[in-house]
């Protein structure tokens, strides 16, 4: 085989084999349609041209729809490789280039007369894809930063939501384990506690030896910090206590400024609360008497969730806290 005449077939592509035609020396794809070669025919054209020692070959492509894109520039720089004049025994020609794909719908085609014209808009195209594909990198950067920054904000924002309902979501694995045992007739309860008391250190003498066994003397169960074991996960423990308990009681001191277990269990609050749609907590002033400092979540509570305790009061203010403390806590108790 020496000529192969396709011209005027309206043929997009052509992706036939030639390795095996040693002998070509003519291929006619002219005034069809084909906007792009393969691979397969590159390759095979300077086979057959490696081959032999001074027989040439002439594809030509003249009138075609060859494209001047990004995606074909690949393309044109091997036809610029092997155009006109040039000492490769292959040569290509083309006549015209196109700045789009949309073969419906051509705008003026570019005329290539020479080598020169050819080599003018290959170059334009190599700047405009470098900056085009720099521009895209770019955009993708901004867009992977920007989505980033959102789901970051997103996620901050809901933290405490997210933890609340990732260890709520786990309670039905609490065990006996994790907390003190429990009277066999609350085990049934949707709440395993009535009260659960959040304090500090500097609050924790009042809260084990006066506080809690008043309560208890009340007939209230009481969840206490002290009852968590050793070694288990803080946030996972308070959680689900303060999920199982109807009132949480904050003992306002001046340790519970600085401490994150206490702001913890605030938070936890503040969605537990959120989650019955009611108000389950009080806070009782010990040794502050500001909410300065303190968390938001506290700062928001109602003016009469807040109860002082009178450390220095007559035995009667003393009386009337404790029946003030109890009238406050039932209120809470009948709605939950």
């Known amino acids: 085989m020496?000529?192969?005449?396709?011209?005027?077939?309206?043929?997009?592509?052509?992706?036939?084999?030639?390795?095996?035609?040693?002998?070509?020396?003519?291929?006619?794809?002219?005034?069809?349609?084909?906007?792009?070669?393969?691979?397969?025919?590159?390759?095979?054209?300077?086979?057959?041209?490696?081959?032999?020692?001074?027989?040439?070959?002439?594809?030509?492509?003249?009138?075609?729809?060859?494209?001047?894109?990004?995606?074909?520039?690949?393309?044109?720089?091997?036809?610029l490789e092997h155009t006109a004049p040039t000492s490769n025994l292959l040569s290509v020609?083309?006549?015209?280039?196109?700045?789009?794909?949309?073969?419906?719908?051509?705008?003026?085609?570019?005329?290539?007369?020479?080598?020169?014209?050819?080599?003018?808009?290959?170059?334009?195209?190599?700047?405009?894809?470098?900056?085009?594909?720099?521009?895209?990198?770019?955009?993708?950067?901004?867009?992977?930063?920007?989505?980033?920054?959102?789901?970051?904000?997103?996620?901050?924002?809901?933290?405490?939501?997210?933890?609340?309902?990732?260890?709520?979501?786990?309670?039905?694995?609490?065990?006996?384990?994790?907390?003190?045992?429990?009277?066999?007739s609350l085990r049934f309860s949707r709440f395993k506690y009535a009260i659960y008391l959040a304090y500090e250190e500097d609050a924790r003498e009042f809260v084990l030896e006066t506080l809690k066994p008043k309560l208890i003397q009340f007939e209230y169960v009481v969840f206490v910090h002290d009852d968590i074991l050793d070694g288990l996960p803080l946030c996972n423990v308070l959680t689900k206590s303060i999920h199982a308990s109807r009132v949480v009681v904050f003992i306002l001191s001046n340790g519970s400024r600085q401490s994150l277990e206490w702001n913890i269990a605030a938070h936890i609050t503040n969605e537990e609360s959120n989650y019955r749609g009611k108000p389950i907590s009080l806070a009782m002033f010990y040794n502050s008497d500001s909410t300065q400092g303190l968390p938001e979540n506290l700062q928001l509570l109602r003016h009469d969730a807040f109860i002082d305790y009178p450390r220095n009061g007559s035995d009667g203010e003393i009386t009337a806290f404790w029946e003030d403390l109890k009238t406050k806590v039932n209120v809470i108790v009948k709605t939950t």
């Open 2 to 79: 020496r000529w192969i005449y396709l011209s005027k077939n309206n043929l997009i592509e052509f992706d036939h084999r030639l390795a095996h035609m040693s002998f070509l020396n003519v291929l006619n794809l002219s005034e069809n349609r084909i906007y792009t070669l393969s691979n397969t025919l590159r390759s095979d054209l300077d086979d057959i041209v490696s081959s032999r020692n001074n027989d040439t070959l002439t594809a030509d492509l003249s009138k075609n729809f060859i494209a001047c894109s990004c995606d074909n520039l690949e393309v044109l720089e091997w036809i």
């Open 93 to 184: 020609k083309i006549s015209t280039c196109y700045y789009i794909h949309n073969i419906s719908a051509l705008p003026s085609p570019i005329a290539i007369w020479t080598k020169n014209d050819l080599v003018y808009q290959i170059t334009f195209l190599q700047k405009f894809c470098t900056s085009y594909s720099s521009l895209l990198i770019t955009l993708v950067v901004i867009l992977f930063v920007v989505v980033n920054i959102i789901v970051a904000s997103f996620i901050h924002r809901l933290r405490w939501k997210i933890r609340y309902w990732y260890y709520v979501g786990h309670s039905n694995d609490t065990t006996s384990n994790d907390y003190t045992a429990l009277d066999n």
